[in-house]
């Protein structure tokens, strides 16, 4: 599944999603002969790369934030 298609959360996938809305809106039997096809795997290209890029961003400070708390834990510990 993926996340809403809104532009101001997404903001790399902008022209791929404007190009995605654009197909779609030609009609059902442009949509259903597989027309967006390509549009669609490009979008989810996209929405995909995004996405790990914000994995990526969290899971660092994931690790900053645990190595902040290690390093309060040693310090409670040699002072007490």
């Known amino acids: 599944m993926h996340p809403h298609l809104d532009a101001t959360r997404n903001q790399g996938c902008a022209e ?6 654009e197909c779609h ?3 059902f039997l442009w949509k259903s ?9 490009n979008l989810s290209l ?4 995004e996405r790990l890029k914000y994995v ?3 899971r660092t400070d994931a690790q900053e934030k645990r190595e902040k708390v290690r390093a309060m834990w040693k ?3 040699t002072n007490s």
Request: proline content about 0%.
């Open 25 to 27: 809106a030609k009609g």
């Open 16 to 21: 791929v999603m404007a190009a995605f809305e």
């Open 46 to 49: 996209c929405l995909k790369a």
């Open 56 to 58: 990526k961003a969290n």
């Open 75 to 77: 310090d409670i510990e």
């Open 33 to 41: 002969a597989g027309m967006c096809n390509e549009a669609k795997n």
